[in-house]
Structure formats: structure tokens, C-alpha cells
T-cell receptor, first 112, second 112 residues
Framework: DGGITQSPKYLFRKEGQNVTLSCEQNLNHDAMYWYRQDPGQGLRLIYYSQIVNDFQKGDIAEGYSVSREKKESFPLTVTSAQKNPTAFYLC???????????FGDGTRLSIL | GNSVTQMEGPVTLSEEAFLTINCTYTATGYPSLFWYVQYPGEGLQLLLKATKADDKGSNKGFEATYRKETTSFHLEKGSVQVSDSAVYFCALVYNQGGKLIFGQGTELSVKP
């Protein structure tokens, strides 16, 4: 079955460490996205990519970095510069930017 | 700027009650409108969509009509079930832009 796979489901980070969240899709979608969700709030866009080797900052890109070396993969690195990284991170993809987005099941990141 | 506003939750209903979750938007032009549903610990799933004025999206007994004159896209269901308990997000996207803008989400709790 086609879909989006995020791993791991739970992730713990020590202070000062970088961590990378994985996102893989087999839907053959061109566009991919990363969102952050905090309790009781909507989703906020971190980064998005419309095509391989290209990506743009979203609304809250500071402290995060991404790469898009393959169409299927869009990993997100939460750097030590992100001072409040504890959140639920959701990856999504769509055929094109204006089409409905399909979401993975998320990764919950916590600070030790 | 463009924005989406949903009624605040939590909304608590008894099984078989009628559901309305209000959603209004502020936007220039003609966006496409979506409702997404998020079950506990999971990512978002597209529930229904409408791409132009007076379109009615429907799925799993849920309906929403794109009302341009009132800039609204209220979600309705005639008879809710316990399994409908989740957080519901209203969202919009522009055909030309592609950025998905979410409301803050409305939690629905259905009691037996």
C-alpha cells in the first residue's frame, strides 16, 4: 500500500544534540512538507519542498534543516539551535502544492 | 493575511446527536477548502474537500458546503458515533500558492 512512513514514532534528545527525523513516501508525490504540532494548537509549517534538490522555509524554520536528495525522502534535522523542540512532528506529501496533502503518523520528540 | 478560524473545543456530544463544527476563513481570491481529522496519536487524514463556491464535500456521513458569501465551510454530521471522537481541522489552500493554512483544530468527544 502506498503511504508515508515516519520514523521513529518516539524520539528523545539530549540538550545540545541534533536529531534527524525520517520521512519516506512511496506515493510518487513531488511535494513534501514538515509541520510542527503543539498541544491544543494547529499545525505550523517548518519547511516544504516542491521538487528534488529544492526546498523553502515555512513559517517556523529557525533551528531546523532539511534535505531533498531523493523524491521519496525528506528528512528533518532538529538542531541544537531549536530551543523548544518538544513537539509532535508531522510529514506530509502531495502530488502538487495545491492538492490535498497526505500525512504520516508523526514523530513525538521529547527532551531528556 | 489569509487565516482559518474554527469554533473552540472541546465539543462533547452524546451518540447519535447532530454535529456542527463551524469554520470561517479570511482570504483573497478563491481557495480550495478541506476538513482533516486526527485520531489520538496519529497523523491527519483528509476527510473531505471542496474546490469552488457551492461545492459540497462529503465522506463517511460528514458534509461541508463551500459558502463564498459567508466565507464559511462548516462541518456537519447527522448522527455521530463514539468512533468519531477526534480532532477536526479546517484548512485552505490557494491553487496558485499551495501553502496549506490550518485552523487551530476542534476536539470532538462523543459519549455512549
Amino acid at each position: 500500500d502506498g503511504g508515508i512512513t515516519q520514523s521513529p514514532k518516539y524520539l528523545f534528545r539530549k540538550e545540545g544534540q541534533n536529531v534527524t527525523l525520517s520521512c519516506e513516501q512511496n506515493l510518487n508525490h513531488d511535494a513534501m512538507y514538515w509541520y510542527r504540532q503543539d498541544p491544543g494548537q494547529g499545525l505550523r509549517l517548518i519547511y516544504y519542498s516542491q521538487i528534488v534538490n529544492d526546498f523553502q522555509k515555512g513559517d517556523i524554520a529557525e533551528g531546523y534543516s532539511v534535505s531533498r536528495e531523493k523524491k521519496e525522502s525528506f528528512p528533518l534535522t532538529v538542531t541544537s539551535a531549536q530551543k523548544n523542540p518538544t513537539a509532535f512532528y508531522l510529514c506530509a506529501s502531495s502530488i502538487e502544492r495545491n492538492q490535498p496533502q497526505h500525512f504520516g503518523d508523526g514523530t513525538r520528540l521529547s527532551i531528556l | 493575511g489569509n487565516s482559518v478560524t474554527q469554533m473552540e473545543g472541546p465539543v462533547t456530544l452524546s451518540e447519535e446527536a447532530f454535529l456542527t463544527i463551524n469554520c470561517t476563513y479570511t482570504a483573497t481570491g478563491y481557495p480550495s477548502l478541506f476538513w482533516y481529522v486526527q485520531y489520538p496519536g496519529e497523523g491527519l487524514q483528509l476527510l473531505l474537500k471542496a474546490t469552488k463556491a457551492d461545492d459540497k464535500g462529503s465522506n463517511k456521513g460528514f458534509e461541508a458546503t463551500y459558502r463564498k458569501e459567508t466565507t464559511s465551510f462548516h462541518l456537519e454530521k447527522g448522527s455521530v458515533q463514539v468512533s468519531d471522537s477526534a480532532v477536526y481541522f479546517c484548512a485552505l489552500v490557494y491553487n496558485q500558492g499551495g501553502k496549506l493554512i490550518f485552523g487551530q483544530g476542534t476536539e470532538l468527544s462523543v459519549k455512549p
